[in-house]
């Protein structure tokens, strides 16, 4: 008999492992939690997220590296958006999620 886990390609389970690493990072959740809604700029993320502008480019770059999310420039502004789908289901799990404080 075969379980769920036999049925999934582990090239699924290698993106979504590599995904849901590159999510463990309490900052690079609320730049995701962020931009769910839409394209915000660094700067805005810089107040959404209450963080530093290296603390939240560093961090984007990382997503970035994982092509979790993507950019544009305009200016002097960039702008960055989620390009993962998973990333929508892993924050409302974790939204549904009752975890202790």
Known sequence: ????????????????????????????????????????????????????QASVSQQLGVLKGRDIVDFRRDGTSVYYWITEPKVSHILRCIRDCDLPS
């Open 1 to 52: 008999m075969s379980t769920t886990l036999d049925a999934l390609d582990p090239s699924i389970l290698d993106r979504a492992a590599a995904v849901i690493k590159c999510l463990g990072h309490p900052l690079r959740l609320r730049i995701l939690d962020a931009l769910e809604s839409g394209e915000k700029s660094v700067s805005e993320l810089q107040t959404l997220c209450r963080a530093t």
